[in-house]
């Protein structure tokens, strides 16, 4: 599986784009890249996801590079409920098996 | 649509006993998973099924662990004897059939302490 690495943590001010960046240098060509959050107490919530085009949709952009060995996450207005844990993952999708492993993410704090 | 829907949300009970966790996945989809999630190790893969049969179940911690999924609209994660150690958020997720960039949807999570 190809793994991914985020920043720990990021901060924000309200109003203001966030910026969200992973890397990605193993991922294979049949691999998306998928981002979800997480705010506190509640189970994760996909974002977006994306192969090779950049994608956009009610909620986010998401800008992969030409090599596809990294991307990022783009919240184009943060408000204070965007601070939540955002996890850049994966899949992998090898011989039929589907596993979506989640790392560490980055803690985004969108602040007043 | 429901959204993935898991029960008890909370539950607390005595090392040594029986704790089952319950789940009815999104209606239509054929594949379940079991995640487990604490501040030490994150957010686990444990088991998941494709059309109620276990496809990968390496991320089990150990046989006090089993999962079952008797029909696609429920599935149950069980831990015998349960220990202090296993407490901690469970989720259950489903997504539908294989289509290409199909993502997963995840429950509120099942909160377990083990006193």
């Known amino acids: 599986d190809a793994k991914t690495t985020q920043p720990t943590s990021m901060d924000c001010a309200e109003g203001r784009a966030a910026n969200l960046p992973c890397n990605h240098s193993?991922?294979?060509?049949?691999?998306?890249v998928y981002w979800y959050r997480q705010i506190h107490s509640q189970g994760p919530q996909y974002i977006i996801h994306g192969l090779k085009n950049n994608e956009t949709n009610e909620m986010a952009s998401l800008i992969i590079t030409e090599d596809r060995k990294s991307s990022t996450l783009i919240l184009p207005h943060a408000t204070l409920r965007d601070t939540a844990v955002y996890y850049c993952?994966?899949?992998?999708?090898?011989?039929?098996?589907?596993?979506?492993?989640f790392g560490t993410g980055t803690r985004l704090k969108v602040l007043a | 649509d429901a959204g993935v829907i898991q029960s008890p949300r909370h539950e607390v009970t005595e090392m040594g006993q029986e704790v089952t966790l319950r789940c009815k996945p999104i209606?239509?989809?054929?594949?379940l998973f079991w995640y487990r999630q604490t501040m030490m190790r994150g957010l686990e893969l444990l088991i998941y099924f494709n059309n109620n049969v276990p496809i990968d179940d390496s991320g089990m911690p150990e046989d006090r662990f089993s999962a079952k999924m008797p029909n696609a609209s429920f599935s149950t994660l069980k831990i015998q004897p349960s220990e202090p150690r296993d407490s901690a958020v469970y989720f259950c997720?489903?997504?539908?059939?294989?289509?290409?960039?199909?993502?997963?949807?995840f429950g509120e999570g099942s909160w377990l302490t083990v006193v």
């Open positions: 997720a489903s997504r539908p059939r294989d289509l290409s960039g199909n993502t997963i949807y």
């Open positions: 993952i994966v899949r992998a999708a090898t011989s039929g098996t589907y596993k979506y492993i």
């Open positions: 193993t991922i294979s060509g049949n691999e998306y």
């Open positions: 209606s239509g989809h054929d594949y």
